[in-house]
């Protein structure tokens, strides 16, 4: 199968809320994702397409990580990813993270966070944060994990829309 990986554009948004639904009926994350979209915070969009249809999406939003003397260090926030039911179990969702990974570092973000299967985004070097070093809504929870450098001791910030979801 031909796939081509490229950013999301407006014109896809409702063809990538119809494969959200799909991937993740009956939680309604096609709210969430336009909630992310509405209060500006999406830092970027990417789409897997095949044969003219998209068959899978990631988008990243973004968080902020505050040290105690209130340095601001960004980060981008994985949140959704979803692979079109037919497509999955095939390594698309993995290779349009990392995808979308390289094209955020090339864009300058060095910090990646996401609340995900503990056994799935390891493969792409994610880890799970430690609640002692980073205070946030999933303390001790192995779902919320880093990839990237996190300071000794800082707070998670995150954009409202995902706060109110936490």
């Known amino acids: 199968m031909d796939i081509t990986l490229r950013p999301a554009t407006g014109a896809d948004f409702a063809e990538i809320d119809t494969l959200t639904d799909l991937a993740f009926r009956?939680?309604?994350?096609?709210?969430?994702?336009?909630?992310?979209?509405?209060?500006?915070?999406v830092v970027g969009?990417?789409?897997a397409e095949a044969a003219g249809e998209i068959i899978a999406h990631i988008a990243f939003s973004r968080a902020c990580?505050?040290?105690p003397d209130g340095n601001r260090l960004s980060?981008?926030?994985?949140?959704?990813?979803?692979?079109?039911?037919?497509?999955?179990?095939?390594?698309?969702g993995q290779r349009l993270m990392t995808h979308a990974l390289a094209e955020l570092r090339s864009a300058g973000e060095t910090l990646f966070l996401v609340v995900g299967h503990p056994g799935y985004y390891p493969k792409v070097?994610?880890?799970?944060?430690?609640?002692?070093?980073?205070?946030?809504?999933?303390?001790?929870?192995?779902?919320f994990m880093a990839l990237g450098e996190l300071p000794a001791k800082a707070?998670?910030?995150?954009?409202?829309?995902?706060?109110?979801?936490?």
């Open 26 to 41: 009956p939680e309604d994350v096609v709210t969430f994702l336009n909630a992310l979209r509405a209060e500006g915070c």
């Open 155 to 166: 707070t998670l910030v995150l954009p409202k829309t995902i706060a109110e979801v936490h």
């Open 65 to 67: 990580v505050e040290t």
């Open 125 to 143: 070097g994610f880890v799970a944060v430690d609640a002692a070093q980073l205070d946030n809504p999933w303390p001790g929870n192995p779902a």
């Open 75 to 92: 980060a981008a926030f994985l949140s959704p990813l979803c692979v079109r039911p037919g497509h999955q179990r095939m390594g698309l």
């Open 45 to 47: 969009e990417w789409v």
